[in-house]
């Protein structure tokens, strides 16, 4: 059973830095599709930072240059640096696996899921 659990999340000025963990168990964290979610209450989760199974990254458009997301071998975990923080990255981030896919990332529907981590980011 794949277990995900976030952390990391909390309050930050604008232009500040977060950096989000999401613990993963059940399995080992390297070479599968794995990603970051964000949703706002009323949007629909988008998401934010794919990783493949050959640590090939895809960023949403909104966050290139500013997140980065990589995985944790040692620790079993999936990260996601976020740096320059902006009022409208606030949302709550989820971790989420596709495990055991690990080519052809989707960018929806991955099969274990997180319970999220907040980020509100003040102005």
């Known amino acids: 059973q794949v277990l995900l659990v976030e952390s990391g999340g909390g309050s930050v000025q604008a232009g500040g830095s977060l950096t989000l963990s999401c613990a993963v168990s059940?399995?080992?964290?390297?070479?599968?599709?794995m990603a970051w979610f964000r949703q706002v209450p009323g949007q629909e989760r988008e998401a934010v930072a794919i990783?493949?199974?050959?640590?090939?990254?895809i960023y949403a458009d909104s966050v290139k240059g500013r997140f980065t997301i990589s995985r944790d071998s040692a620790e079993n975990t999936l990260l996601l640096q976020m740096i320059s923080l902006k009022p409208e990255d606030s949302a709550m981030y989820y971790c989420?696996?596709?495990?055991?896919?690990?080519?052809?990332?989707?960018?929806?529907?991955?099969?274990?899921w997180g319970r999220g981590t907040q980020v509100t980011v003040s102005s």
């Open positions: 989420a696996s596709h495990f055991p896919y690990g080519r052809n990332c989707p960018s929806r529907d991955y099969k274990a």
């Open positions: 990783i493949d199974e050959d640590g090939t990254t």
């Open positions: 059940g399995y080992t964290v390297g070479g599968f599709c």
